[in-house]
């Protein structure tokens, strides 16, 4: 979607190096629960398209692995992802296919950028932001 950053996933880097950035630039992301022995990177790039989709619900979001269906089914008590997937496709598979993972480790931000893309996303990578660039970003409204 044409002017969402999807892939800007500074919410790891301001809880673990800006404390200084908090409260006045949180921004209400949907939660997903993670399922051991799967990277974060995927969950977070989820949870963007879980808040870009609440807001416009032409935006696609997706799974991660079918497993996070099959466990909401199993445990209907406890809520594992707040958006119902828009499309079969899922973030590892389709990771794995691009060849940017194996496992569901992605480290790169630029793999997190193509990823998202291919979900009809306009994002980017940033390198070497400041705290002041997390800040920005994050008080235009994107998570």
């Known amino acids: ?8 996933l500074a919410q790891p880097i301001l809880a673990y190096r800006a404390p200084s950035l ?6 209400d992301v949907p939660h997903r629960v993670q399922l051991p022995g799967t990277a974060c990177a995927l969950y977070s790039l989820g949870m963007v398209m879980d808040y870009w989709h609440a807001h416009d619900s032409a935006n696609p979001t997706a799974l991660v692995c079918d497993k996070d269906e ?5 445990e ?3 809520s594992r992802f707040s958006c119902a997937p ?3 496709r899922r973030l590892l598979d389709v990771a794995i ?8 480790s992605c480290w790169s931000a630029s793999h997190l950028v193509e990823l998202a893309a291919s979900f009809g ?6 390198h ?7 800040k920005a970003v994050l008080s235009s409204g994107h998570p």
């Open 128 to 134: 070497r932001a400041s705290a002041a660039d997390l």
């Open 97 to 104: 296919a691009l060849g940017h993972t194996h496992n569901g």
């Open 22 to 27: 908090m409260p006045d630039a949180l921004i």
């Open 76 to 78: 209907p008590h406890v």
């Open 70 to 74: 099959s466990l909401q089914r199993l």
């Open 86 to 88: 828009t499309t079969p």
């Open 1 to 8: 979607v044409a002017g969402h950053t999807a892939a800007t």
């Open 121 to 126: 996303y306009a994002a980017r990578a940033v």
